[in-house]
T-cell receptor, first 115, second 114 residues
Framework: AQTVTQSQPEMSVQEAETVTLSCTYD???????LFWYKQPPSRQMILVIR??????QNATENRFSVNFQKAAKSFSLKISDSQLGDAAMYFC????????????FGTGTRLQVTL | DAGITQSPRHKVTETGTPVTLRCHQT?????MYWYRQDPGHGLRLIHY???????DKGEVSDGYSVSRSKTEDFLLTLESATSSQTSVYFC?????????????FGSGTQLSVL
């Protein structure tokens, strides 16, 4: 079974600074997807970024980018120019490629953004 | 935003009573999932469906059952609610590989079992 580990329960960053959230995973599969989801106080789960394992290029979405190290099974999220609205719980998730595949989540990292 | 509606948004019930949570989608997606979220555990899969009347268990399925009689509706039933089932329940949908494997979530249902 796949496992996803987020070793930082809480992180803090100053507004306009950069922060990196860590995620590692364990799998024996070669084809899979990795995701970062954001959960603000509204409770809504918002897809931040997605990475396909067979793509070597790191995914980027505006101020959000990932550092995907397949051999090390590491998938960190970098948030640049942090904004107050980035304050939320961030979940890393793994999904096997294929039909009816299920998402396995990490336990989350709570990000605080300070002035 | 994906068209997913969960009902109710909040529910308080007593131990031993049956509870049904509903997930309704307007995206015509094939795959639907029920997750529960608890502090320190992230989100964990309860049950999922890969088509009408096709369902399977997730990692925390004990005490829960599901049904999917139509593409758009996926019901989660707690036959006899227990305090350990107090949680936030999320429904999610996916179009599968053809849709890029993205999972979209509903707004969640806060269930309290007293």
């Amino acid at each position: 079974a796949q496992t996803v580990t987020q070793s930082q329960p809480e992180m803090s960053v100053q507004e306009a600074e950069t922060v990196t959230l860590s995620c590692t995973y364990d799998t024996s599969e070669s084809d899979y997807y990795l995701f970062w989801y954001k959960q603000p106080p509204s409770r809504q789960m918002i897809l931040v970024i997605r990475q396909e394992a067979y793509k070597q290029q790191n995914a980027t979405e505006n101020r959000f980018s990932v550092n995907f190290q397949k051999a090390a099974k590491s998938f960190s999220l970098k948030i640049s120019d942090s904004q107050l609205g980035d304050a939320a719980m961030y979940f890393c998730a793994y999904r096997s490629a294929g039909t009816a595949s299920k998402l396995t989540f990490g336990t989350g990292t709570r990000l605080q953004v300070t002035l | 935003d994906a068209g997913i509606t969960q009902s109710p948004r909040h529910k308080v019930t007593e131990t031993g009573t049956p509870v049904t949570l509903r997930c309704h989608q307007t995206e015509n997606h094939r795959y639907m999932y029920w997750y529960r979220q608890d502090p320190g555990h992230g989100l964990r899969l309860i049950h999922y469906s890969y088509g009408v009347k096709d369902t399977d268990k997730g990692e925390v399925s004990d005490g829960y059952s599901v049904s999917r009689s139509k593409t758009e509706d996926f019901l989660l039933t707690l036959e006899s609610a227990t305090s350990s089932q107090t949680s936030v329940y999320f429904c999610a949908i996916s179009g599968g590989p053809q849709k890029g494997e993205k999972l979209f979530f509903g707004s969640g249902t806060q269930l309290s079992v007293l």
